[in-house]
């Protein structure tokens, strides 16, 4: 099975094997949002087991 590109781009693989994405709501309609908010928006959050399973299929060959 390939690897699914759009996947890769949207999430990454710790060392350790856990699977990170983005907050959800950066870039659309920050002028409403504080500005803490927005900083927390920055970083990435760890993705629950059940969702890292289907995401791990897609990703490794």
């Known amino acids: 099975m390939k690897t699914r590109k759009s996947i890769t781009k949207r999430f990454k693989i ?3 094997g856990k699977i990170m994405r983005r907050l959800t709501g950066a ?3 920050r002028v409403k949002k504080s ?3 927005v900083r927390k928006g920055r970083k ?3 993705v629950n ?3 890292a399973k289907k995401i ?3 990703i490794i060959k």
Do not use: P
């Open 44 to 46: 990435w959050v760890m």
């Open 27 to 29: 870039n659309h309609y």
């Open 56 to 58: 791990r299929k897609l």
């Open 14 to 16: 710790t060392k350790n």
């Open 49 to 51: 087991e059940s969702e």
């Open 35 to 37: 500005g803490n908010r």
